[in-house]
């Protein structure tokens, strides 16, 4: 009989973590049995379940799991999971991040699941809420831990923050598992990938396309990249397009930013503005095969997806220092930039622009190894090798 997986994740918006999830729930070894379950995208997401579907995949939708923080929704969401578990009599429950990861728990306690794993895909321990807020929800995190079996953190960074910055969870319980993905999407067909973006968003074979990709949020502050975007057009001699890939709540805060500092934009494919909003692309390696530089402005992260793949098409990447963002960049792939010197990112966006064409021959040399690193194959022979672990530990 395979041991029953009750994998938890926030909800199916578009990002690295539905990849994860989908994987380890299509391709664990037959030992194995999976339920899927997470909460349905909210307004101003794209939705992530073509990628379930993709896979053949049919996750179980909780629409009482929500972002937000409501009592009424999420008591709702734990009485629904905890039918769930009633149901489905998993031997694992394996939640995904902070939502999932207490209103799962806390179900999976009350109902005496005989493992629980939870991976922290990032956290909100700073830059996110004010200090009693942030308090609350380390207390929280402490005390979920204690009655986890197991912890997951996506990269040294991480488990370091984990066990000894905030004390949230013990060195011994806490594993260290990279994220992966399918890759070689990021390596097939790109001249005529970019050849498609190039022409559909009349990028002209002299214009350097710079891109930062994800949420438009304020924890991402891409206030820094526009001024960064600002700078190198001025004093960089080169002609440069700037693509903001992503859509969110601070969409229309950023276009007053813009409008506020003169600088042209669009969200039309067919105008060429130094700034274009393109909203969700769902097929980004056809994106990053044509850009030519990445950027990542954010002020936390947790190991962002955005970087490994623009890693995975060889692009040069100028990022701040954040979350596990120095565990994954090569070092030939990028500069890492302090998230509390803003000039610095300004400057080296600069550098990159300047020094494209040799930071890219870079890049290059770090492609092989982030291919190999962050593999979707990797990852599904780390969860399982946990698990047979754990489940051994038990016996």
Known sequence: MPKKVLRIINRFNLGGITYNVAYLTKYLSSDFETLLIGGSE???????LHITENLGLQPVIVEELQRSIGFKSDYAAYKRIKQIIKEFKPDIVHTHASKAGAVGRLAAIHCKVPIIVHTFHGHVFHSYFGK???AFFKNIERFLAKRTNAIIAISDIQKKELTETF????PEQTHVINLGFDLERFTQNIEQKRKEFRTKYHLKDDELAIGIIGRLAPVKNHELFIDAIENAANHSGKKIRAFIIGDGETRSPLENYLIAKKLPFTNDPAVTKLFCFTSWIKNVDWALAGLDLVAL???NEGTPVSLIEAQA???FIVTTNVGGTADILHKDCGFLCDKDQPGEFISQILNAVINFETLSAKAKNGQ???????SYKRLVNDVENLYNTLLKAKK
Do not use: D, N, P, Y
Not at 42 to 48: L, R, T, V
Not at 167 to 170: A, F, R
């Open 313 to 315: 098409a060889g692009k």
């Open 167 to 170: 004390k949230i969870c013990k």
């Open 297 to 299: 402005s954010s002020r």
């Open 42 to 48: 909210e307004e101003g997401e794209e939705s992530s």
């Open 368 to 374: 092989q190894q982030v291919l190999k690193q962050f």
């Open 132 to 134: 009693i807020k942030t």
